[in-house]
């Protein structure tokens, strides 16, 4: 099985910056995209970041120029960098991972438990 593991949230000023990781790890024989997806209390959980193996990524419209995602196959993690953080941006975060287990097997997309990003204006 494999297991997502975030670290990074917490409480940040408005203007501010926070970078969230994630780590995934067990019976991993690749991974093609990681990202992040977001809920706020309400509302539906949106993809704000991923990044591929190839390295391209995509963001939402709400969030570029902001944000940035990285990510190390090496230790199979990927990290989001967010610069001037809104109240907005508020929010369970969720580091996703789509993993190949074996040799020409599938793609499965994992999900860590989540980190809570808190904007104050």
């Known amino acids: 099985q494999v297991q997502l593991v975030e670290s990074g949230g917490g409480l940040v000023q408005a203007g501010g910056t926070l970078t969230l990781s994630c780590a995934a790890s067990?019976?991993?024989?690749?991974?093609?995209?990681m990202g992040w997806y977001r809920q706020a209390p309400g509302k539906q959980r949106e993809l704000v970041a991923l990044?591929?193996?190839?390295?391209?990524?995509n963001f939402a419209d709400s969030v570029k120029g902001r944000f940035t995602i990285s990510r190390d196959n090496a230790k199979n993690t990927v990290a989001l960098q967010m610069n001037s953080l809104e109240p907005e941006d508020a929010a369970t975060y969720y580091c996703?991972?789509?993993?190949?287990?074996?040799?020409?097997?599938?793609?499965?997309?994992?999900w860590g438990q989540g980190t809570q990003v808190t904007v104050s204006s």
């Open positions: 996703h991972a789509d993993v190949r287990i074996a040799s020409g097997g599938p793609f499965f997309r994992y």
């Open positions: 990044i591929t193996e190839g390295e391209n990524t």
């Open positions: 067990g019976t991993i024989f690749s991974i093609n995209a």
